[in-house]
């Protein structure tokens, strides 16, 4: 295994959050800038497409696992039609909840969507989340109005969108996110068997969502399996 693949394997290990900040000279040398991308080079990069051509979806999609993603992102332009994650190769799927220590017991803060993929050879990552006083506080399913708050009390959530790629034929690296503040999220399904410490890293999470950021929309349809759950100190 030469150095840069050993490197590489410790990118991996690390939370995603810290992979650009704890690894980006042991993955890339050198950055490219946007402006020195053809416009093919930025179609490959910019246009993510995986599945069969979709409109964007209206409502949540149902609670068979699935993941459709139709719409805008800064310069990036997203059509995922994903209708059977386990048998899509170069596909991963995975929900995440997070809870902290209220008053009466644990108030379920936030949860998360995370997908890994690979389109135009390029391995991408996506990571969509929530937060809320307490998603437990509400009945399912429930809407929740996107705002730039962190951990609205009431109907009312916040979405955090998170796009990281790294093109390492042109050293070009992707990693922007983004906090939605127009838009609207619908929680339809909370399946989940909480164990003895009142956490819940099992079941799915369904639901959908739309954002408007800049004049550009962007709607997912979501049912995910729960696999982590941790108390946030």
Not at 38 to 64: F, M, R
């Amino acid at each position: 295994m030469t150095m840069r693949e050993v490197d590489l394997l410790n990118c991996r290990r690390l939370p995603r959050a810290a992979v650009l900040a704890a690894c980006l000279f042991a993955v890339t040398p050198s950055l490219a800038s946007a402006q020195e991308l053809t416009d093919a080079e930025k179609a490959i990069s910019n246009v993510v497409t995986l599945g069969e051509a979709a409109d964007a979806p209206t409502e949540w999609l149902g609670p068979t696992p699935h993941f459709v993603m139709v719409g805008e992102f800064g310069d990036y332009t997203f059509a995922i039609n994903i209708k059977d994650p386990a048998k899509t190769e170069n596909f991963k799927l995975e929900g995440k909840r997070e809870y902290r220590k209220g008053e009466k017991g644990l108030d379920y803060i936030d949860f998360e969507i995370a997908v890994d993929l690979i389109t135009n050879g390029i391995e991408r990552g996506l990571e969509i989340e929530f937060e809320n006083a307490n998603f437990a506080a509400h009945p399912v399913p429930s809407t929740f109005a996107l705002q730039d708050k962190e951990f609205p009390a009431g109907l009312f959530s916040n979405m955090e969108l998170q796009v990281e790629w790294e093109w390492v034929e042109k050293s070009f690296i992707v990693n922007d996110e983004k906090l939605y503040s127009d838009g609207q999220l619908t929680v339809a399904l909370e399946d989940a068997k909480p164990e003895a410490d009142g956490t819940a890293p099992n079941g799915m999470i369904g639901g959908f969502v739309t954002g408007t950021m800049d004049g550009k929309k962007i709607a997912i349809s979501f049912t995910a399996p729960v696999t982590e759950a941790e108390i946030d100190d």
